[in-house]
């Protein structure tokens, strides 16, 4: 039985009276591909941000690599990667620059940073492009890299908020292939997506409907428990019955 | 007989090297839905750009409302909606002051055209003391749409409604568009997902600057004649790479729930489901399969 890299019981996040993230509990496997789905404004990013430590829980209790989510957010920030559609690499920097830069934030040595950037670039066949501007790459070579960028540090988790928006979709099955390949070698991979495709790619998903995970399972179990022929449906059914917009 | 909503003929834009729009030419018809489909970057916002006049081609014409865009501009920009892709309304401004300011800058008022809004206003009114910026994404979107609605435009211009927005709001969306459609108006619109293209008319599916092809949705992928498969099993990622390897496998990508293969002619899946089973992965279930706009889309991609 593989061990849970996070574990969480009954986590709130509050603002004010608003309960945005309400008693959640889940256990997320080492190795695992967790889809985290939810609609606009059910809770999710205020969620992601308490397991990243950049965010303190009102109340409950859990860890995400070891370490506790009530107190040592700084310690989990080390031992996570993070990448999201709307922020993820520096566009007037360079690939190379910001393999250094992210590198040297996440503590890694020159020697390591050198050795890690010539191993990724060339798993991606994109040694050329190394004194290149990120933004003038095409938005689905940010994202691969970014991904790479990511696991620069190799990290046991990698959070992924949206990866693939936008992306064509040769790239976004690159890009799922890139999260196939991390996983089978034991990092541990959460991801949102508004792609419902892309839920079915993942080894368990869950839904959260206003602050509240109200379905979790593998993509075949929910598809049997709601009688429905894709996620999409299933995503539907709980989502409609939601009170509070965004 | 009046003429197409919208006629573009030989349509280029060119960003120093980059070709943005390589001769784009298509017409949509009235009151048609017509979808704009393809990735960022596929030059979408650009040909937007040129038709609602805010920006000038490098070559070609086009007609919108049987007008021409470099002649005719300022005509045409009082008979077309445009909703912008980033929101571009005024986020200090209330809901109620946007709206206002939209249709004083048009000479109308909200009620003049009451009737063609009401549907969608109606579901953002309680909030209309609300300042734009305060919003959530689906009812920013709802404003914007209102706030393009607010002369009665013949031809709607929609650059990626939808990006962001989650499965349930997007197919609300869908249903107020169709709704808009019903009452005459012609509409372009752009999406990245692929299985919005469903709800069109017509589509084109748009990648780097060139038109892959347009056609129905259902034209789309009946114009897909390579046999495709369907596999799935424990071990996904397992069962792709060793699929893959396989020789009668043209093709080989994820697809939801199962993996997609494009095969040739001598594919022979008795043997695939063999090979994969000899090689340990277990519950192989392999099946005939239809294909969506995606497989087009990737289809055309490789060949392009």
């Known amino acids: ?246 | 007989m009046r003429q197409d909503a919208i006629e573009i003929n030989g349509i280029s834009k060119n960003y120093g090297a980059l070709k943005a729009l390589d001769g784009i030419t298509f017409n949509v018809g009235r009151g048609e839905v017509f979808g704009l489909i393809g990735p960022d970057g596929a030059g979408k916002s650009t040909l937007f750009r040129i038709l609602v006049t805010l920006i000038d081609s490098d070559g070609g014409s086009a007609k919108v409302d049987g007008m021409d865009i470099l002649n005719d501009y300022h005509s045409i920009r009082n008979k077309i909606g445009y909703m912008p892709g980033k929101f571009s309304l005024y986020p200090d401004l209330t809901v109620e002051e946007n709206i206002n300011f939209f249709a004083a800058l048009f000479h109308v008022t909200l009620e003049q055209n009451y009737d063609l809004i009401a549907p969608i206003y109606k579901q953002i009114e309680p909030f209309k003391t609300r300042r734009a910026g305060k919003l959530s994404g689906g009812m920013k979107q709802k404003l914007a749409l209102c706030c393009s609605l607010i002369h009665k435009p013949d031809v709607l211009f929609l650059d990626e409604p939808t990006t962001g927005v989650d499965a349930v709001s997007r197919s609300e969306f869908w249903d107020m568009l169709l709704e808009l459609q019903k009452k005459g108006l012609s509409i372009l619109v752009s999406t990245p997902y692929m299985d919005e293209a469903s709800k069109c008319n017509r589509i084109a599916l748009i990648n780097g600057g060139k038109i892959l092809d347009i056609n129905t949705p259902d034209g789309i992928v009946n114009n897909f004649k390579e046999p495709l498969y369907a596999v799935s099993g424990t071990n996904m990622y397992g069962i792709l790479t060793a699929t893959r390897q396989e020789k009668e496998v043209v093709d080989c990508y994820p697809f939801g729930a199962a993996h997609h293969i494009v095969a040739s002619e001598n594919f022979n899946p008795e043997f695939l489901k063999q090979t994969l089973e000899e090689r340990g992965f277990k519950n192989i279930e392999l099946n005939k399969t239809k294909a969506g706009i995606e497989d087009v889309f990737i289809k055309l991609m490789h060949t392009q």
């Open chain 1, 1 to 246: 039985m593989k061990e849970n890299i996070i574990s969480v019981k009954e986590l709130c996040k509050n603002f004010g009276k608003f309960k945005a993230v309400d008693r959640i509990t889940f256990d997320v496997k080492r190795g695992e591909i967790f889809g985290f789905l939810g609609a606009n404004g059910a809770g999710k990013t205020t969620a992601i941000r308490m397991l990243c430590g950049l965010s303190y829980p009102t109340s409950g209790s859990g860890t995400v690599a070891g370490f506790d989510v009530m107190r040592n957010g700084e310690k989990i920030k080390h031992h996570i990667g993070y990448m999201s559609q709307r922020f993820s690499l520096y566009d007037d920097l360079t690939v190379y620059e910001n393999m250094k830069l992210f590198g040297g934030i996440y503590g890694l040595s020159k020697m390591q940073v050198e050795r890690r950037s010539v191993e990724i670039l060339n798993q991606l066949q994109f040694k050329s492009e190394i004194n290149t501007l990120v933004g003038s790459l095409p938005l689905g070579w940010k994202q691969k890299l970014a991904f790479c960028v990511a696991s620069l540090h190799r990290p046991e988790i990698v959070f992924l908020d949206e990866p693939t928006g936008g992306v064509d979709p040769v790239t976004r099955r690159q890009f799922w292939e890139m999260i196939y390949k991390a996983s089978s070698e034991g990092t541990t991979i959460f991801v949102t997506t508004h792609y419902m495709d892309e839920a079915e790619y993942c080894n368990r998903v869950s839904i959260m409907v206003d602050g509240q995970i109200k379905a979790l399972d593998s993509p075949a179990e929910l598809k049997k428990q709601f009688n429905a022929s894709a996620i999409d449906e299933v995503f539907r059914s709980l989502a409609r019955g939601a009170k509070r917009g965004e």
